[in-house]
């Protein structure tokens, strides 16, 4: 059995900053990417950051780009996203995905809320 759980979100202000955590565990070890999505109500789930966990290789999205950082501690099978400069638009569920391989559609989380408001 395979869980994803999320961990670290909650409220901040404008230019505040929070960092989540995804920890994966069960029969999803070797982890072959981790990578964290948002959605907000009524439009599609986009992706936010993902790592490839075998040659470091990370992607981020435009909007994202120099404010979040997604880093992994691979011995505990755990992944951070690091949101710095955080902005009302950057409220959204934030969801964590890890693949245990490049052709699998992956594990979920459940979700955690992050929102950014004055």
């Known amino acids: 059995q395979v869980q994803v759980v999320e961990s670290g979100g909650g409220l901040v202000q404008p230019g505040g900053s929070l960092r989540l955590s995804c920890a994966a565990t069960?029969?999803?070890?070797?982890?072959?990417?981790m990578g964290w999505y948002r959605q907000t109500p009524g439009k599609q789930r986009e992706l936010v950051a993902e790592v490839t966990v075998s040659n470091g290789n990370t992607a981020y999205s435009d909007s994202v780009k120099g404010r979040f950082t997604l880093s992994r501690d691979n011995a505990k099978n755990v992944a951070y996203l690091q949101m710095n400069n955080l902005q009302p638009e950057d409220t959204a569920v934030y969801y964590c995905?890890?693949?245990?391989?490049?052709?699998?559609?992956?594990?979920w989380g459940q979700g955690t809320q992050v929102t950014v408001s004055s």
């Open positions: 995905k890890c693949r245990p391989n490049a052709w699998s559609p992956g594990y």
């Open positions: 069960g029969r999803i070890i070797p982890i072959y990417s």
